[in-house]
């Protein structure tokens, strides 16, 4: 199975900051990885496919980045609605397997 | 617009079988995989199981957790995906959600998800 190691777990931000969430594959997954977003008692929303795609109507400020077993997720100026929890979800392989979640919290 | 809506859930003892549906429309739903995805309170969300289309052969994949105890299924004439489940464990409680799943067929992938029904497997 492909490990996903996303880091940091947690972090605290504020109104503004450039925000950056990695997520390391165990192994080589081509752009095979989905970025999601989630808030409590709500359904992971999907933010970028393809590793650098943006999903339809998910604001600019939101990017990916990365190819092979390296990949990044930023927001380049966080807004009050973007405190979440992301994940990371690889699909090169089964199991799709999941990062552990960062989640991001208010400074 | 896409809907995707989940029935079935409920309480059920531990080694007894529960049987999960799923209700899709707004897209072509015989062209896309079908995927079940997971999730426990408080945990992350994890990949159950996969269908693929019959354009694609309609075979499944499941995760090892669940593989031998779970079936997943579909009716293209009713736009319907089913997970039976069967054997249930403790741990096999968590909120199940279908999700559009068109890899391999175009870039709406993972991008639809069901609100989900909760699965509470108890003595």
């Known amino acids: 199975d492909i490990q996903m190691t996303q880091s940091p777990s947690a972090m605290s931000a504020s109104v503004g900051d450039r925000v950056t969430v990695t997520c390391r594959a165990s192994q080589g997954i081509n752009n095979h990885l989905v970025w999601f977003q989630q808030k409590p008692g709500k359904v992971p929303q999907r933010l970028i496919y393809?590793?650098?795609s943006l999903q339809t109507g998910v604001p600019s400020r939101f990017s990916g980045s990365g190819s092979g077993t390296e990949f990044t997720l930023t927001i380049s100026r966080l807004q009050p609605e973007d405190f979440a929890t992301y994940y990371c979800l690889q699909h090169n392989s089964y199991p799709l397997t999941f990062g552990g979640g960062t989640k991001v919290e208010v400074k | 617009e896409v809907q995707l809506e989940e029935s079935g859930g409920g309480l059920v003892q531990p080694g007894r079988s529960l049987s999960l549906c799923c209700t899709a429309?707004?897209?072509?739903?015989?062209?896309?995989?079908m995927s079940w995805f997971r999730q426990a309170p408080g945990k992350g969300p994890e990949w159950v199981a996969f269908?693929?289309?019959?354009?694609?052969?309609?075979?499944?994949e499941y995760a090892a957790s669940v593989k031998g105890r779970f079936t997943v299924s579909r009716d293209d004439s009713k736009s319907i995906t089913c997970l039976e489940m069967n054997s249930l464990k403790s741990e096999d409680t968590a909120v199940y959600h279908c999700?559009?799943?068109?890899?391999?067929?175009?870039?709406?992938?993972?991008?639809?998800w069901g609100r989900g029904t909760l699965v509470t497997v108890s003595s």
């Open positions: 393809a590793a650098s």
């Open positions: 429309s707004g897209f072509s739903f015989g062209d896309y995989g």
């Open positions: 269908v693929r289309s019959k354009h694609y052969g309609g075979a499944a």
């Open positions: 999700v559009r799943d068109g890899r391999g067929y175009n870039f709406e992938y993972l991008d639809s």
